[in-house]
């Protein structure tokens, strides 16, 4: 009996090493952790930033090259304000450009940075001026049915005849 009991006992110390070895590697390797090491800081102004929070990526041509760490809102504009860090090797032209991009219909939110073709570099503190919202899915199908209902009611009109 005491010798069933300590096997079970190093059963589950195994099971117990082999899931959070295997937590460690999904959080070290899913690219859903802050972006660590030296960085630029940039901010960007958005209309909308809809399910985007901080800790989500920051990518150029689909890459993850930073993170977001802080959102506020302006006072003075009510614009949303981003704060990114993103990977210091990276010079990004002055006129590059940010939008609120989604992985798929149910995915996340990211942000997207398009770099621009300026000589000039953004600095660390830097601002991105270019930008574009988060397109809402929920408006966009609402204005669709909005649009479907409405269209049988137009066309559905008789033309007056002549006698």
């Known amino acids: ?17 082999v899931t959070g070895s295997f937590l460690a590697y999904a959080v070290t390797n899913s690219g859903r952790g802050g972006f660590s090491g030296p960085g630029l800081t940039l901010s960007a102004k958005f209309e909308r930033i809809d399910g985007l929070a901080p800790g989500a ?3 150029v041509a689909g890459v993850k090259v930073g993170s977001v760490v802080d959102q506020r809102i302006d006072p003075a504009t009510f614009l949303a304000v981003l704060t ?10 002055a006129d590059s450009s940010a939008e609120i ?8 939110r990211f942000v997207s940075l398009v770099p621009g073709g300026a000589d000039r570099i953004l600095a660390d503190g830097g601002e991105i001026t270019i930008t574009q919202s988060a397109i809402s899915l929920e408006s966009l199908l609402g204005r669709f ?3 479907m209902t409405e269209a ?7 033309a007056p005849t002549q006698p």
């Open 57 to 59: 990526d920051v990518r």
């Open 1 to 17: 009996m005491k010798g069933r009991s300590l096997t079970e006992v190093l059963a589950g110390a195994l099971v117990l090493l």
């Open 145 to 147: 049915i909005f649009s």
């Open 101 to 108: 991009a989604s992985e798929g219909l149910l995915g996340g």
């Open 152 to 158: 049988p009611a137009r066309g559905g009109e008789a």
């Open 84 to 93: 990114m860090r993103i990977d210091s090797s990276l010079r990004m032209p």
